[in-house]
């Protein structure tokens, strides 16, 4: 059963960079037949997909979120990363890893999700 | 890339059935069958319940099927239980950026 679980701190400054890991457990992220993503929800609102990237290192990111998005892989931990620049207080959320299956562009398993708060 | 469009709230008794919309586009719902829907209990991680329009991955209960016409995605829940009381999310492969896009949420209550 694969489980992905998130860490990082749960406090971040304004101006300063979020930087978040989910470790995969139960499965080999270097496997061909998934992206591995990132998803968030400030309180009370709904999800936004941040972006995905491919073990081999190839990334996807939601163009409003492009320029400050970095996701990356390191498949020797079974780990992928996120960071996200210049943060302002919307972007105050509970994020998510999750696993995408390439074929059908779908969601089979999240973490429980992390909340990050911007603030000073 | 736009959210897709889904009705803020429904509501059902028991026993009944509700259909949840979700509008998008011909760049993401009209062009492609990659629409899923999600459920998420307050506190939770969201729960895949179909995908690819109207497949139901193991262990999610028939009540719960999916259709599409057009640029509307639509999930029915039929026999309405307790239970189902929750947010439901729909999402769609899109073009505009080889992502995923992500309907506003719609809550459902079981009167």
């Known amino acids: 059963q694969v489980q992905l679980q998130e860490s990082g701190p749960g406090l971040v400054k304004p101006s300063q960079t979020l930087s978040l890991t989910c470790t995969v457990s139960?499965?080999?992220?270097?496997?061909?037949?998934?992206?591995w993503s990132w998803i968030r929800q400030p309180p009370g609102k709904g999800l936004e997909w941040i972006g995905y990237?491919?073990?081999?290192?190839?990334?996807y990111y939601n163009p409003s979120l492009k320029s400050r998005v970095t996701i990356s892989v390191d498949t020797s931990k079974n780990q992928f990363s996120l960071k996200l620049s210049s943060v302002t207080a919307a972007d105050t959320a509970v994020y998510y890893c999750a696993r995408q299956d390439t074929a059908m562009v779908t969601y089979g398993y999240w973490g429980q999700g992390t909340l990050v708060t911007v603030s000073s | 890339q736009s959210a897709l469009t889904q009705p803020a709230s429904v509501s059902g008794s028991p026993g009944q059935s509700i259909t949840i919309s979700c509008t998008g586009t011909?760049?993401?719902?009209?062009?492609?069958?990659?629409v899923s829907w999600y459920q998420q209990h307050p506190g939770k991680a969201p729960k895949l319940m179909i995908y690819e329009v109207s497949n139901r991955p193991s262990g999610v209960p028939d009540r719960f099927s999916g259709s599409k016409s057009g640029n509307t995605a639509s999930l029915t829940i039929s026999g309405l239980q307790a239970e189902d009381e929750a947010d439901y999310y729909c999402s769609s492969y899109t073009s505009s950026s080889t992502g995923v896009v992500f309907g506003g949420g719609t809550k459902l209550t079981v009167l």
């Open positions: 139960g499965g080999s992220i270097s496997s061909g037949d998934y992206y």
């Open positions: 011909s760049s993401d719902v009209g062009g492609y069958n990659y």
């Open positions: 990237i491919y073990y081999s290192g190839s990334t």
